[in-house]
């Protein structure tokens, strides 16, 4: 699954920009990389993740492993109005 990307060009002080290198070289990431990872963090401060419930793990080994079967939807406006 691929995922969209866009670009973004941003403007810092030169100052701000050696010092957010360094710390990207000490990790061994490029500056692009480490920046995505700093959004990353901060983004995940304030929209926190939750781990999927015991009963959704479940029902997602039983699909991936055929238990279930599921049907494939090519047109859901299509498919509800048959419904």
Known sequence: ???AMTQIK???PVALKKKI????DRWGLSLATYIKYLMVQKVEEEYPTFEASDRVKKDIKDIES???K???VNNLTDFF???
């Open 1 to 3: 699954m691929e995922t």
């Open 10 to 12: 941003i403007n810092l």
């Open 21 to 24: 290198k360094a710390r990207a």
């Open 66 to 68: 055929g238990k279930v």
């Open 70 to 72: 599921t049907i494939k």
């Open 81 to 83: 109005d048959k419904l």
